[in-house]
């Protein structure tokens, strides 16, 4: 799409695979001779397995081609209904995937494979065979660890093993990107870059979910990464509390507030201190909420170059006049489309982008193909030179290629 009068553009597909697969199942049709070599390019970029009986059926396949044929070229791998533990469980569901076929799933393709994507039956954990394995992966970038939505039906079940997270973790010595939608504690704060004596690989984006980690939790994963990490991403499933009230404790004292909840074992939810010790390292940042801010609105991060936060329960206007927005070198500000919409129009006076110097392009994350902005922000945009861009997913990494 050309550029318009508001400067706005398209840019970014988060889901190639399935359009790319479709469109090279019909072309072997249309023409043998590119059969295989679209067989190998592009009909499995992108592959989800969920089921022992599917995984096995794949692997015979695999097994029954003549090694003088090219090996499929899969880039994205999905592995759903992870059980790698003896018994299986008792009352769950069956045709679960075990720790060997993971393994034979990943030998397919230890030299294509860029994001792994491990969904767990109530917890992760795999043996030394299988992290071995995901070691053998040389141009592993990004790893999930996810629960899957399939529960085994046990009552209890273990904590993640620390043991388990650092030892893959290490393993995966070219990983740069680290998605944790699984709870991961580390029983104490690492040594930056270092699991007892052995290297982290550097891992420069990290992506974590409040509801699962606590604070200290989110302390200690960034402490580990800190010598590479530049970029951080916190989800979180509700609006938290309005920055006024949190403010409304101040002749109290925050501080005194947080030790009087510490006696009871309770945590507060805020992330000033992952934010002081990313302060001078950290270039791009993703909330789910402005709240995610509320106890950090007078900091300065000094390199933050991304800032993307999807939903707003605080008024712009009022958020964009704070110190952490205003003496940021802030290039791209990112907002959910349809929050656009919901939360900043309703509250949107005067031009607060103006009171970021360093803005280049607002990104509109998560819009459909035939979304328009709110007037009131493309005007704004309009009047101060800044770019509006359209994108059809909320990644950090890839809004930060925006740069």
């Not at 071995?132 to 990004?142: Q, T, V, Y």
Request: aromatic fraction near 10%.
């Amino acid at each position: 799409m050309a550029w318009s009068q508001t400067k706005k553009k398209w840019l970014g597909v988060k889901h190639p695979n399935t359009l790319a697969a479709s469109t090279a199942c019909c072309l072997r049709l249309v023409c043998p001779a590119w059969a295989e070599w679209l067989y190998a390019h592009h009909l499995y970029r992108g592959l989800k397995f969920s089921s022992a009986s599917r995984s096995i059926e794949f692997a015979k396949h695999m097994w029954s081609r003549s090694d003088t044929l090219p090996r499929p070229k899969c880039q994205h791998l999905v592995i759903d209904r992870i059980w790698a533990h003896d018994p299986p469980p008792k009352n769950g569901a069956q045709d679960m995937i075990d720790w060997e076929l993971v393994e034979i799933l990943l030998e397919f393709f230890a030299d294509s494979l860029l994001t792994l994507d491990l969904q767990f039956v109530d917890y992760p954990w795999l043996p030394s065979q299988a992290i071995e394995a995901i070691g053998r992966l040389n141009n592993l970038r990004d790893l999930h660890l996810n629960l899957s939505s399939t529960q085994s039906g046990d009552q209890q079940f273990p904590a993640t093993d620390p043991q388990f997270f650092n030892d893959l973790i290490v393993a995966a010595k070219g990983l740069k990107s680290l998605v944790l939608g699984t709870h991961i504690t580390l029983p104490y704060e690492p040594a930056p870059g270092l699991w007892e004596d052995k290297p982290y690989p550097e891992i420069t984006h990290l992506d974590v979910t409040q509801v699962l980690h606590r604070p200290t939790d989110i302390l200690r994963l960034s402490t580990a990464f800190k010598p590479s990490l530049k970029a951080l991403s916190v989800r979180d499933n509700g609006p938290g509390i309005n920055a006024d009230e949190i403010f409304g404790m101040a002749e109290f004292g925050v501080n005194m507030f947080e030790q009087m909840m510490g006696q009871f074992g309770i945590e507060l939810p805020g992330l000033r201190r992952v934010y002081e010790n990313l302060q001078y390292t950290l270039e791009a940042l993703s909330l789910t909420s402005s709240h995610l801010l509320k106890d950090s609105l007078d900091f300065i991060f000094p390199n933050l170059r991304v800032l993307a936060i999807d939903y707003w329960i605080n008024s712009i206007t009022n958020f964009l006049a704070y110190q952490v927005f205003t003496q940021s070198p802030i290039e791209i500000l990112a907002i959910d489309a349809q929050a656009a919409f919901d939360e900043c129009e309703p509250k949107f006076v005067g031009n607060p982008f103006a009171n970021l110097p360093y803005l280049k392009k607002l990104v509109f994350m998560s819009a459909k193909s035939d979304y328009s902005a709110p007037p009131k922000l493309l005007e704004a945009c309009e009047a101060i030179g800044v770019k509006c861009v359209y994108i059809d997913h909320r990644q950090l990494p890839l809004i930060m290629k925006l740069l």
